[in-house]
């Protein structure tokens, strides 16, 4: 089992089991289309539709499913782009969705039915960002809403009615790390340092203004954590272990996820440390757009970390 053997964790169902429900420690978990579809009634559930596109949403959607586009959490600070807006500014984004601090909330996407768009991204990047200041129950729905309607499963296209929520940010110091903290921590014997990108753009294909990664990153890209032809659908308990052990990706280490803009960090963040239980995660929010940036931070080019 992939939580005995190798993330060291105390359940023995392990991830296979689990995922036939709900599984995770802490505040984000991973749920089942079944789970969903059992709990469409629960009163207190708020339902988060973030298909890339509000015209899929329009398309199809799951009963109740409030839209919200994770582009609009971020935007440009001094002329840095992609910085995650002040916290007031979070607050009203929530409560226009309708969301309590205590209230458990469920984040879903997919490919548009209609425009064929959306990277599978954005259930995690909302579900981060969600935990980040401040939400306490958070659920990812394995598979997102093409696993949904592959399984016949009931869609939408009527808009719920949602009162405006009281939600108050509270940032999670544990979550985010700058810069400076990165650049303290990353050569450390104990630190992984993984960039969440293509192999391609790991290796030096990018449009930033230096070619590469960060000194000492391993390449994890965030797809190869999925499935092949689903996006938000997490690959097999023996198919994440192959890939843990492989890079000696352990729990007695500090992980530290990065990539472009912070965003496909999200995904190998909550695995490690939410699905998995990893008890030291970090995530370098920055990332390689603000890390390129300075002529003085330095970049490897090519398959090797150094």
């Given amino acids: 089992m992939l939580a005995a053997a190798v993330v060291g964790l105390s359940s023995a169902a392990g991830l296979t089991a689990e995922r036939n429900s709900l599984y995770g420690k802490g505040v984000v978990k991973l749920v089942s289309t079944e789970?969903?579809?059992?709990?469409?009634?629960?009163?207190?559930?708020?339902?988060v539709d973030a298909q890339a596109d509000v015209y899929d949403y329009f398309a199809q959607h799951i009963a109740g499913a409030v839209h919200f586009c994770d582009a609009t959490l971020r935007a440009p600070e001094h002329g840095m782009p992609v910085r995650y807006l002040a916290p007031a500014a979070m607050e009203l984004l929530f409560c226009r969705l309708g969301l309590h601090n205590d209230q458990p909330v469920v984040v879903y996407t997919g490919k548009g039915k209609l425009t064929g768009g959306g990277d599978g991204l954005a259930?995690?990047?909302v579900a981060y960002t969600m935990a980040r200041f401040g939400?306490?129950?958070?659920?990812?729905?394995?598979?997102?809403?093409?696993?949904?309607?592959?399984?016949?499963?009931?869609?939408?296209?009527?808009?719920?009615?949602?009162?405006e929520g009281n939600f108050k940010a509270a940032i999670r110091q544990e979550c985010p790390i700058d810069m400076e903290q990165l650049k303290?921590?990353?050569?450390r014997d104990?630190?992984?340092?993984?960039?969440?990108?293509?192999?391609?753009?790991?290796?030096?294909?990018?449009?930033?203004?230096?070619?590469?990664?960060i000194?000492?990153?391993?390449?994890?890209?965030?797809?190869?954590?999925?499935?092949?032809?689903?996006?938000?659908?997490?690959k097999s308990e023996e198919e994440i272990a192959?890939?843990?052990?492989?890079?000696?990706?352990?729990?007695?280490k500090t992980i530290i996820?990065?990539?472009?803009?912070?965003?496909?960090?999200?995904?190998?963040?909550?695995?490690?440390?939410?699905?998995?239980?990893?008890?030291?995660?970090?995530?370098?929010?920055?990332?390689?757009?603000?890390?390129?940036?300075?002529?003085?931070?330095?970049?490897?080019?090519?398959?090797?970390?150094?």
């Avoid at 000492?216 to 965030?222: Q, Y």
């Avoid at 954590?225 to 997490?234: I, S």
């Fill in 35 to 47: 789970w969903l579809q059992n709990h469409l009634q629960d009163p207190d559930l708020l339902i």
């Fill in 123 to 125: 259930q995690t990047m």
């Fill in 135 to 163: 939400q306490d129950t958070i659920y990812v729905l394995d598979g997102g809403l093409d696993k949904w309607t592959a399984e016949k499963r009931p869609v939408t296209q009527e808009f719920p009615r949602v009162k």
């Fill in 184 to 187: 303290k921590l990353k050569d």
């Fill in 190 to 213: 104990n630190v992984i340092l993984l960039d969440a990108r293509p192999t391609k753009t790991y290796e030096g294909q990018g449009p930033w203004v230096k070619a590469g990664h």
């Fill in 215 to 234: 000194p000492g990153a391993l390449s994890l890209p965030w797809r190869s954590l999925m499935a092949p032809d689903n996006p938000t659908l997490l």
């Fill in 242 to 252: 192959a890939m843990l052990k492989k890079l000696n990706i352990t729990p007695d």
């Fill in 257 to 306: 996820t990065y990539c472009g803009t912070g965003r496909e960090a999200t995904n190998p963040y909550i695995l490690f440390k939410y699905y998995l239980g990893y008890p030291d995660v970090k995530l370098y929010e920055g990332s390689f757009t603000e890390w390129s940036a300075y002529p003085e931070n330095p970049t490897v080019t090519g398959p090797n970390p150094r």
